[in-house]
């Protein structure tokens, strides 16, 4: 076979140190998702600053809002290995389950989630357990909004977990509503990301305290620093947001190859 | 086979606990597969690369969400390759930063990437026009079955579809295909090689 059709020893010599770095503090890829993670809760605290300041009607209007309403009571559930939670006859609406797991020794846990994506299936949650106190690799518990729905004719769902690994968990029934986004006069979607994706536009408060939106691909590109926040036109420019100090590096970390 | 499969399961559990060897342990596993099927597909090294390395960085931020095939990666990491190098763009646009900031060979020269797209063309698989006409998912499905020996229902697992919805996507596909290769001449008629199996 030609070389030509082997990737680029150096390159991948090159991503394969990328991949090794990671768990270790050192990996550029980590540090863009804690930037990532940054704008998410910068996001969020737009949503938190509309409900402190009385804006909450204007915050979950915003379009493409994922809203999701407990139907029926919480059912609790301790167990070890795989196990069901019975919720009883799904409520007329219920479209999600909301479901708290907890870990409560080291293990793993696994459950079927709505799907997360456009055209996709259901998917899946896989949650490595390490204790019952959280560590820098696992919180050892998590919520999601998007639990799959029992089976038709059942009323329970599954949480597969290795053989011991103990776990216990709440969850109920909930319906979940999406507002659509909203299309400016360029023809761009503007409002939130939820399962159908990402609009074009997506709402970020600016440092001047300005509620507005920043491109999605300024999101995905984020070394044009600092991004900058539009009114729903995408062009009337209303500050930049603030994502503070930890700028990616733009001089490589490599050693000498391998 | 099992014994592989048994290893790289293991590999996994430690990948899913933040172990960066254990990332770069199923990148040298599985890196040169993965790279010659994104090849036959975009048809020019620059962009396999890219869409290679993406795939793997996407199976690090991706991991609560992987499916696993026969306790393998490979087809999760095939139909994300796949997915990445339909909307190539957009897809890679997280990582192109990251990737060029990397060493790349200096003498990966023009030579090399011209007969790199010399071979895919006379691979016969043109795929790399005709597959604009489907969709991400069933362009997935499509090369796990026909290109990489996967069942349906193992392409589906990976995907995250239902076994019936991959028939019937396969099914869309290759019509879609068939009707996109029709008029064309010689390489088009000639069968699609079957991809390398483990």
Redesign the interface.
């Given at each position: 076979m030609?070389?030509?059709?082997?990737?680029?020893?150096?390159?991948?010599a090159?991503?394969?140190?990328?991949?090794?770095?990671?768990?270790?503090g050192k990996?550029?890829?980590e540090r863009?998702?804690r930037r990532t993670r940054t704008l998410s809760l910068l996001l969020a605290g737009v949503a938190l600053a509309g409900a402190i300041t009385g804006a909450a009607a204007v915050v979950s209007q915003l379009p493409g809002t994922t809203t999701t309403v407990p139907l029926s009571n919480p059912v609790s559930v301790t167990h070890s290995g795989t196990g069901t939670i019975d919720l009883g006859p799904a409520p007329a609406h219920a479209s999600a389950v909301i479901l708290h797991i907890q870990c409560l020794s080291t293990g793993?846990i696994r459950f079927a989630t709505e799907?997360?994506g456009p055209?996709?299936?259901?998917?899946?949650?896989?949650?490595?357990c390490?204790g019952t106190k959280p560590t820098?690799?696992?919180s050892n518990h998590t919520t999601a909004k998007d639990a799959l729905l029992p089976q038709a004719g059942s009323t329970s769902i599954t949480i597969t977990a290795t053989p011991g690994t103990k776990w216990t968990a709440t969850a109920s029934y909930a319906s979940q509503s999406i507002s659509p986004w909203k299309v400016n006069a360029h023809g761009q979607s503007y409002g939130v990301d939820n399962k159908y994706g990402e609009p074009d536009l997506q709402a970020a408060q600016a440092s001047n305290g300005k509620l507005g939106y920043i491109y999605t691909?300024d999101i995905?590109?984020p070394?044009r620093q600092p991004p900058t926040v539009y009114a729903s036109d995408g062009t009337t420019v209303l500050g930049h947001l603030d994502i503070g100090s930890d700028t990616?590096s733009?001089t490589?970390s490599?050693g000498s190859s391998k | 086979m099992s014994d592989d499969a048994a290893d790289e399961a293991g590999i996994w559990e430690s990948a899913l606990r933040g172990d960066g060897s254990a990332f770069a342990a199923l990148f040298r596993l599985h890196h040169p597969r993965v790279y010659r099927r994104v090849l036959g597909i975009v048809g020019n090294a620059h962009d396999a690369q890219e869409v290679t390395a993406s795939a793997f960085f996407e199976l690090w931020r991706k991991r609560r969400h992987v499916r696993l095939v026969n306790d393998s990666v490979l087809p999760w990491l095939i139909a994300t390759a796949v997915n990445l190098a339909q909307n190539r763009r957009r897809g890679t646009a997280r990582y192109r930063k990251l990737i060029d900031g990397l060493p790349h060979s200096d003498d990966l020269d023009a030579e090399a990437i011209a007969l790199s797209n010399v071979e895919t063309e006379l691979l016969g698989v043109r795929l790399h026009a005709a597959m604009r006409a489907l969709s991400k998912t069933d362009a997935a499905v499509l090369v796990l079955t026909a290109l990489d020996g996967y069942t349906s229902t193992e392409a589906a697992n990976a995907v995250g579809i239902k076994p019936g919805a991959a028939r019937m996507r396969l099914h869309r596909a290759r019509e879609k295909l068939r009707a996109e290769l029709r008029d064309d001449h010689a390489p088009a008629t000639r069968p699609i090689p079957e991809g390398e199996h483990a």
């Open positions: 030609s070389t030509a059709t082997m990737m680029d020893p150096v390159l991948a090159a991503v394969e140190r990328e991949l090794a770095a990671l768990g270790a990996s550029r890829l863009r998702q793993q799907p997360q055209h996709q299936g259901p998917s899946e949650l896989i949650m490595p390490t820098p690799t696992s691909k995905l590109n070394d990616p733009t490589p490599h | -």
